[in-house]
């Protein structure tokens, strides 16, 4: 009997399930963090004002930041996810090299399923059944279950 993996992720935390066969129930086999990935953006702000000051002068106008600090933290989010995408991907191969399973689906939030798909290696890639570009982090099991599964058991 195969054993399936879904891997449900954003920039900073990917939940892997499995289930067997035909099997309509999710079990979850690990949930992997990116911890430099939880700053934040009130933190990154804060950073940011600590570098820029206050006021017009500072680079500030009504309130809000200017495009390099507003940049600057985007600039942090993306190495963030990517260097996020490079674990996960490296973690697929082993397991995928371990034989913990057999085929793959992937649900991501956009930004970073686009991230995973240039990480992943030819191996882990011609495993992969389905990928939904739709944060599902916060999904319960049952509706991944429904959403992945078909319906699920009661």
Known sequence: MQTNWLIVADEAVAHVYEWQGTKTQLNEVQTLTHPAAHASEADMRKDAHGRFGQGRKAGHIRGGPTSVSASAGMDHEHREGVEFAAHL???LAEALRERRYDNLKVAAAPKFLGMLRK????QVAAVVQDEVSKDLVHESRADL????????KS
């Open 119 to 122: 990480e992943l290696s030819p």
């Open 89 to 91: 991907s490296e973690w």
């Open 145 to 152: 279950e429904r959403r992945f599964l078909g319906e699920a």
